[in-house]
């Protein structure tokens, strides 16, 4: 039972990512999924997340507008994408799978392994 998050990289600002955030071992139907980030020297901080059912999504202020957060239950993964993408969004960015989700506390039930997202010139 894993999650497993890919996508980062190095990106210009303005630029454009989208991560992935792939289950294996167990369906995430059922589950809301979140997205996180932490910055260097910062506490983590949730960013965005999807319910399980009917599709709506949350997202921190500092993303709106710029990021989108979609699943695909056929293919047991959920995604970010990452529009406009400012050097203050650099940070190692973790999903997180738990029967409900809410941004401001840490999920209790599954975390994947970060993916390292650097927005620099």
């Known amino acids: 039972v894993q999650l497993q998050a890919s996508g980062g990289g190095l990106v210009q600002p303005g630029g454009s990512l989208r991560l992935s955030c792939a289950a294996s071992?167990?369906?995430?139907?059922?589950?809301?999924i979140g997205w996180f980030r932490q910055a260097p020297g910062k506490k983590r901080e949730g960013v965005s997340y999807?319910?399980?059912?009917?599709?709506?999504?949350v997202s921190a202020d500092s993303v709106k507008g710029r990021f989108t957060v979609s699943r695909d239950n056929s293919k047991n993964t959920v995604y970010l994408q990452m529009n406009n993408l400012k050097p203050e969004d650099t940070a190692t960015y973790y999903c997180?799978?738990?029967?409900?989700?809410?941004?401001?506390?840490?999920?209790?039930?599954?975390w994947g392994k970060g993916t390292l997202v650097t927005v620099s010139s």
């Open positions: 999807i319910k399980s059912t009917g599709g709506s999504t």
């Open positions: 071992g167990f369906s995430l139907d059922g589950f809301d």
């Open positions: 997180a799978a738990d029967p409900r989700i809410t941004l401001s506390s840490e999920p209790d039930y599954l």
